[in-house]
């Protein structure tokens, strides 16, 4: 008779465990709150670029919601993959919607207003994103978790977006140069495509936790 015994959980995996969920939870918080802001702003300003940049904060709390789905699993590693195809979807979907949405600005169909709330809003996002994609980055790393790495990213793709948006906004509002904003939104479009085929393909991460953690053996090793 064969099998194996699940050797138990080391501490310091339960903490970046818990860890990566509160940052997930932190996460999905300040996006639910900039999605409503953004896409009233957007909305009464007739700011394609604002009602597009909450779009995108509703597609990160997607993303964050695989990760929470994912670490409330006993064995968090077994929903890895799905949550990594969940994260590519929205990837992808990022660069469609910025994309389509980069093009109706440029060709006139739409046009946006002065938004001083849509550029504080920016700001705010600018300083928040970024610590916490480098913190929920840095936990994925030590945990071995490819789907973390990648939502990690997906946090660090909303901090480029907001710094688009605030260009296109400022420049309008100093300028009246309203084809900035879809230009520097479509640089967006091409780190939202890499980092969505490294998710799909899984390439975030190639050590599971379980090896990290001393529960099984590399592949490969004899």
């Known amino acids: 008779m064969t099998g194996t015994t699940a050797l138990p959980v080391p501490p310091r995996t339960r903490v970046l465990r818990r860890r990566i969920r509160l940052i997930v939870a932190a996460t999905i918080t300040y996006n639910a709150i900039e999605a409503v802001v953004a896409i009233t702003a957007g909305t009464m300003a007739s700011s394609a670029a ?8 509703i597609v990160e709390v997607l993303s ?11 064995d968090p590693e ?3 993959r799905t949550a990594l195809r969940v994260i590519a979807i929205s990837f992808f979907a990022l660069a ?3 994309t389509i949405d980069a093009a109706l600005s440029l060709t006139g169909v739409r046009e946006a207003e002065h938004s001083p709330v849509g550029i504080v809003l920016t700001v705010i996002s ?3 994103m970024p610590a916490l994609s480098l913190a929920e980055r840095r936990t994925g790393q030590e945990l071995g978790s490819a789907s973390a790495i990648a939502d990690s990213k997906q946090t660090l793709i909303c901090a480029y977006l907001s710094a688009a948006v605030l260009i296109g906004l400022l420049l309008n509002t100093l300028f009246g140069w309203t084809w900035a904003d879809p ?5 967006v479009v091409g780190f939202a495509v890499k980092e969505g085929l490294e ?10 936790v379980s090896v990290l953690t001393g529960e099984r053996e590399p592949e490969g090793d004899d």
Do not use: H, M
């Not at 964050?64 to 006993?74: E, G, L, N, V």
């Not at 230009?183 to 640089?187: E, H, K, Y």
């Open 126 to 128: 600018l300083l928040i």
């Open 96 to 98: 469609v919607y910025v």
């Open 183 to 187: 230009i520097a939104a479509l640089v």
């Open 199 to 208: 998710a799909w393909k899984g390439d975030s991460c190639t050590v599971p």
């Open 50 to 57: 604002l009602v597009g940049f909450g779009l995108d904060s």
């Open 64 to 74: 964050a919601a695989a990760i929470a789905w994912q670490f409330t699993a006993k």
């Open 78 to 80: 077994t929903r890895e």
